[in-house]
Each structure stands twice: as structure tokens, then as C-alpha cells.
């Protein structure tokens, strides 16, 4: 189960809380973080429906890495309303090396668990992610 690189497992809550994100839409946004201790990544903080872009992007610690996976939904130039599920892999300039190479080797095999993500963004700081670059790559 664990990525030969890393050694890093992926917690089955992972994988369930991203399918009713993209299946029922019970969430806006996941953020995960890697357990180093456990050696597995877990789900740290689950954002509500009605919740904003700004909510999610202040639930990122400023100097720690993460995974996250946005539900953005946008209205298209024909004006038809759409979503697109983004996986933001944040990797803050401040945080720590060992933390940014674990994350850096951990992130393919985790993302191929959550099936259904259509955008990736990597992130070192917040103006990478601003919602003006989510509106360019999910169009």
C-alpha cells in the first residue's frame, strides 16, 4: 500500500471524503496533510458547501505543506454553469525542506487515489493560486 519512494499510505477517509466531494458535492474543498509519524496522508480540515475561495485559502498554514482539492464552480462564456475539481499541491517557500521533499515524492501516487481530479496547480506562495489563476486554467 505504501509508495516505495516515500513509504507514505493514503488513509481510506482520503478517498471517501473526495467521492462525496465529487459525487454529492458535500464539500467545497478537502485539505490533507502527511501524518510523518504515521507515515500516511489524512485528511486535516473538510470545508462546508457554502463556503468561499478566500475560506479555503486561509485554511493553508502560511509556512507548512499540503494537498488540497477544490471544488470550483464557474460560468462559462456561453453561459453555462460548470465545476472543475482542482488539486493544489501548496509547497510554501518557508516551510521545510524535508517536508517539501516528502510532499514533492509523495504527491503522484496520491493523486492517482483520488480519481476525478481534472486541474493540478502547485503552489509556493498564495499569488500562484489567486482566484484569477483558477478562473484561467478551469476555462
Known amino acids: 500500500m505504501a509508495n516505495a519512494a516515500s513509504g507514505m499510505a493514503v488513509h481510506d477517509d482520503c478517498k471517501l471524503k ?3 466531494l465529487k459525487a454529492k458535492r458535500t464539500y ?4 490533507f496533510k502527511i501524518e510523518e509519524k504515521q507515515k500516511q496522508v489524512v485528511v486535516e480540515k473538510l470545508g462546508e458547501p457554502t463556503q468561499s475561495y478566500e475560506d479555503f485559502t486561509a485554511s493553508l498554514p502560511a509556512d507548512e505543506c499540503r494537498y488540497a482539492v477544490y471544488d470550483f464552480d464557474f460560468v462559462t462564456a456561453e ?4 465545476s472543475k475539481i482542482f488539486f493544489i499541491a501548496w509547497s510554501p517557500d518557508t516551510s521545510r525542506v524535508r517536508s517539501k521533499m516528502i510532499y514533492a515524492s509523495s504527491k503522484d501516487r496520491f493523486k492517482r487515489e483520488l480519481d476525478g481530479i481534472q486541474v493540478e496547480l502547485q503552489a509556493t506562495d498564495p499569488t500562484e493560486m489567486g482566484l484569477d489563476v483558477i478562473r484561467s486554467r478551469a476555462s
Do not use: D, T
Request: charged content about 25%; glycine content about 0%.
Open 18 to 20: 473526495f467521492l462525496e
Open 28 to 31: 467545497r474543498f478537502i485539505v
Open 79 to 82: 453561459n453555462c454553469q460548470k
